[in-house]
């Protein structure tokens, strides 16, 4: 036995051999490796949720499934197709929690429950099988800066100072009879409520009814990381975080400050454990997980945008930053802008993220006006322009682009006339406190509403020319339905092959098969020109050239920097011009080129 084993070694040697002599071919000779197809030739990371478009869902006004006026889970359900019909890749829910509703769901009463006016959770679980059997993912929104008062924690908390969820709450003796100290609230007023069962303050950034958890409670945490579980484990995709940076609070609670310039979000925003709390929420939860995490970061700047997202660190993928959307907005009034203080954003934004950092594009979502409204013109010769323009931009700039609901449809904001036709608690609060007390104008606190309020993105989504446009069966919908629905609606788009819907489509085929348009660099090329937007995307060989007319007026644009209009890769209009070095647009014309 041993003979034989010895005599198969010696074949093998000799083989092995003459398998050297035959191979001449040096080590210093075998070719390279292929390169690592998860790295981009200029140095960034592939990641599924930076190439991902995303739709937001805001369910109270997406679809009514039973009649009573108010979106529904089944409602979503019933529409996947037309979502998926898109090209997007994620959609992202608003809080479909069990809420009593004084923020519109973001006071969570129960975080493990739905909604009752939603639906249930079989229906949740419904819904979000039928995302995934589309191919797409979800994510859902995470509020936990604070809960409702209603909530079970907070029910125990208020009840004494020596109740074992005291401390799941801030909760502070009052200072000389006056709150603990001057901060405001975001919805007007003292950012502190006196509790007539202990005489103690509990703070609350945002409504009474939104009392702020205490983070520096670990107990609280790992309550908050096991809540995160709960929905990944039933199959949620990732999590946008509202108002994340606020979970940090200085625990000296002191005034604002002396140099304090009324950003009081600034002020909130700079607590000391926040990275703490956030690189233990990966820890904990994010790292186990195939997650897209993106956070809401009101009062967060520029410059400590990669102490959040640098991927090195370990803790959100991405933020929002309300630059570009807040741009004409002091909280509800209206003030003055220029297309050329958007550009110098994006220019700031891609200055300040190497490839380590990641942002998102977003002109809208539930906390803005309509994007053509805001940004475009949405009067009817060129609302359809102007809404591809925007969808331009919102699919060419770098980052991951959020589509909000009806902006695919160019849906505009409501004509409103008078404070009862408001809902947003913000908008009624700052009515009591402002206007009530004749510091504001009545007249004047409208006209401006007109142009800032958050109720503009909040009014039914418009499915058809039927009664209510078909956002509901019933009488009467929760906010009242846009009139312009019989005009503006997803039936009517749909039979558009030139429709705002149909750009969309083909602008995320285009962003989807374009690596450039995902994480090619970005150079803009005449930034202070008044109306004309025109920027490069270049990775490697590839560049192209978006070439936007942000205005109503024709134009012939003579390319910066000696470079010609190559191949025409898609545009809003029937232009032809190709290989010229200028171009002849039109009022709110978009091209992309390939160079």
């Known amino acids: 036995m041993k003979h ?22 040096t080590t210093s000779e075998m070719p390279n490796p292929s390169p690592r197809t998860d790295i981009t030739a200029n140095g960034y990371t592939r990641k599924w949720w930076k190439e991902a478009v995303v739709y937001q869902i805001y369910p109270r006004s997406f ?3 039973n009649g009573d006026g108010i979106g529904d889970l089944k409602g979503i359900t019933s529409q996947l197709d037309y979502i998926k019909g898109l090209g997007v890749d994620v959609i992202w829910l608003s809080p479909m929690y069990d809420s009593p509703n004084a923020d519109n769901g973001y006071d969570i009463r129960d975080y493990r429950k739905i909604m009752t006016e939603f639906g249930t959770m079989a229906d949740f679980d419904e819904l979000l099988k039928g995302v995934k059997q589309r191919n ?10 604070h809960s409702s008062d209603e909530h079970a924690w907070f029910a125990e908390s208020r009840k004494s100072k020596d109740n074992p969820y005291r401390d799941y709450y801030v909760w502070r003796p009052g200072k000389e009879g006056k709150e603990p100290n001057n901060w405001v609230s975001y919805f007007s007023g003292p950012a502190w409520k006196k509790d007539p069962a202990t005489g103690e303050y509990y703070l609350h950034l945002f409504a009474e ?17 096991d809540i995160m579980k709960f929905w990944l484990d039933k199959g949620a995709d990732g999590f946008r975080m509202d108002v994340i940076p606020f979970i940090s609070k200085d625990q000296s609670f002191p005034d604002f400050p002396k140099d304090y310039d009324g950003n009081f979000g600034k002020v909130y925003a700079s607590g000391p454990k926040l990275h703490d709390y956030i690189q233990e929420m990966n820890r904990e939860v994010m790292a186990k997980y195939d997650v897209m995490t993106v956070g809401e970061a009101a009062g967060w700047t520029l410059e400590k945008t990669p102490l959040l997202v640098d991927e090195r ?10 630059d570009v959307v807040g741009i004409d907005r002091q909280r509800w009034r209206w003030k003055p802008w220029t297309w050329r203080d958007v550009k110098a954003i994006y220019s700031r934004y891609d200055k300040a993220l190497d490839v380590h950092s990641w942002n998102t594009v977003f002109l809208s979502n539930h906390d803005n006006p309509r994007v053509v409204s805001h940004f475009g013109d949405d009067s009817p010769p060129y609302r359809l322009a102007s809404a591809k323009v925007l969808a331009t931009i919102l699919l060419t700039q770098k980052g991951t682009p959020f589509i909000y609901q009806g902006d695919e449809l160019g849906m505009t904001n409501y004509p409103f006339r008078k404070i009862e036709e408001f809902d947003d608690i ?29 109720d503009h993105s909040r009014t039914p989504m418009q499915w058809d020319d039927s009664a209510n446009a078909g956002f509901t069966t019933g009488a009467k919908a929760w906010l009242a339905v846009n009139p312009n629905y019989k005009e503006i609606n997803a039936k009517q788009a749909l039979a558009d ?9 083909r602008m995320i085929e285009l962003r989807k098969r374009t690596p450039a348009l995902i994480y090619g660099d970005y150079k803009d090329l005449d930034p202070q020109h008044p109306s004309i937007f025109v920027y490069t995307r270049s990775l490697g060989a590839d560049r192209y050239l978006v070439v936007l007319n942000l205005s109503k007026d024709n134009v012939a644009y003579a390319l910066p920097e000696g470079l010609k209009a190559g191949q025409l890769a898609l545009s809003n209009s029937d232009a032809k011009e190709e290989n010229v070095a200028t171009v002849n647009l039109k009022g709110w014309e978009a091209r992309i080129y390939r160079l």
């Open 4 to 25: 034989r084993y010895l005599i198969i070694l010696m074949f093998a040697a000799f083989v092995l051999a003459a398998c050297q002599r035959e191979n001449k071919t």
């Open 136 to 145: 797409m993912k979800m994510i859902l929104d995470l509020v936990v800066n």
């Open 209 to 225: 009814k939104q009392p702020d958890l205490n983070w520096e409670n670990p107990k609280v945490r790992h309550q908050v990381y």
């Open 497 to 505: 092959p030139n429709s705002i819907y149909d750009y969309f489509k």
């Open 63 to 65: 679809k009514d499934s």
């Open 426 to 454: 913000e908008v009624k609060n700052a009515w009591k406190a402002e206007v009530l007390t004749k510091q504001v104008d009545a007249a004047d606190y409208i006209a401006h509403l007109r142009k800032t309020s958050r």
């Open 313 to 322: 660190r370990n803790e959100l993928n991405m933020i929002f930053q309300f």
